[in-house]
């Protein structure tokens, strides 16, 4: 599984910006897919998790309540909606893919990786 992740920008502190995460090479329909970000200086830390139906998510307590994760199976397609977001949330971010199908919270889990997007808060 390949997966490409984008939608990163320069968005001002209190505004929103959704993250798309697809898969190509062959469908992650049946895998746990995961955000995580890495911001400068600092260890890459998990965002949020999806099972492979989307019938259970998980989010880093940070982003709860701001953040939603979900994901369209038809379009191969995960996504991170960030609401309200904060000058903390500037990082790299990625997606990746679990050989299980249920949401992940450690980056050990998750057996494909894509390349990042940045997403920069301004204040």
């Known amino acids: 599984v390949q997966l490409q992740a984008s939608g990163g920008g320069l968005v001002q502190a209190g505004g929103s910006l959704s993250l798309s995460c697809a898969a190509s090479?062959?469908?992650?329909?049946?895998?746990?897919v995961g955000w995580f970000r890495q911001a400068p200086g600092k260890e890459r830390e998990f965002v949020a998790a999806?099972?492979?139906?989307?019938?259970?998510?998980s989010y880093t307590d940070s982003v709860k309540g701001r953040f939603t994760i979900s994901r369209d199976n038809a379009k191969n397609a995960v996504y991170l909606q960030m609401n309200r977001i904060e000058t903390e949330d500037t990082a790299v971010y990625y997606c990746?893919?679990?050989?299980?199908?249920?949401?992940?919270?450690?980056?050990?889990?998750?057996?494909?990786w894509g390349w990042g997007t940045l997403v920069t808060v301004s204040s």
């Open positions: 990746a893919a679990a050989l299980v199908f249920v949401p992940l919270r450690v980056a050990s889990g998750y057996r494909y």
């Open positions: 090479r062959r469908t992650f329909s049946n895998n746990g």
């Open positions: 999806i099972s492979w139906n989307g019938g259970f998510t």
